[in-house]
Nanobody
Framework: QLQLVESGGGLVQPGGSLRLSCAASGFRLNYYGIGWFRQAPGKERSGVSCISGSAGMTAYVDSVKGRFTISGDIAKNTVYLQMNSLKPEDTAVYYC??????????????????WGQGTQVTVSS
């Protein structure tokens, strides 16, 4: 059964780091792109980063470039999001989902077939 489970969130001070995990089951990451999205209170989900399933090509929104790194471990069927230099505006519930791919590129647009419960990231002093 298709399932995505996010974990690794928590409370950190500005400038701190967290590593989020997205554990996939029911499908092989090798054949799908995976994106990280986040949703702050009162706002809609927006894309943060994505990685293509086989080629490993990555993409980031400007607000996280240089601070966040997405990676995947095909053997473990898991995608990670390393978040460094966290800012209060990064506070949100973070979700992973399957995303559209075009060739080797991933797009930060969900296929729309699976959203988990997310993991809360709170950045506060």
């Amino acid at each position: 059964q298709l399932q995505l489970v996010e974990s690794g969130g928590g409370l950190v001070q500005p400038g701190g780091s967290l590593r989020l995990s997205c554990a996939a089951s029911g499908f092989r990451l090798n054949y799908y792109g995976i994106g990280w999205f986040r949703q702050a209170p009162g706002k809609e989900r927006s894309g943060v980063s994505c990685i293509s399933g086989s080629a490993g090509m990555t993409a980031y929104v400007d607000s996280v470039k240089g601070r966040f790194t997405i990676s995947g471990d095909i053997a473990k069927n898991t995608v990670y999001l390393q978040m460094n230099s966290l800012k209060p505006e990064d506070t949100a519930v973070y979700y992973c989902t399957r995303v559209i791919t075009i060739g080797n590129m991933c797009l930060m647009q969900s296929i729309g077939d699976a959203w988990g419960q997310g993991t809360q990231v709170t950045v506060s002093s």
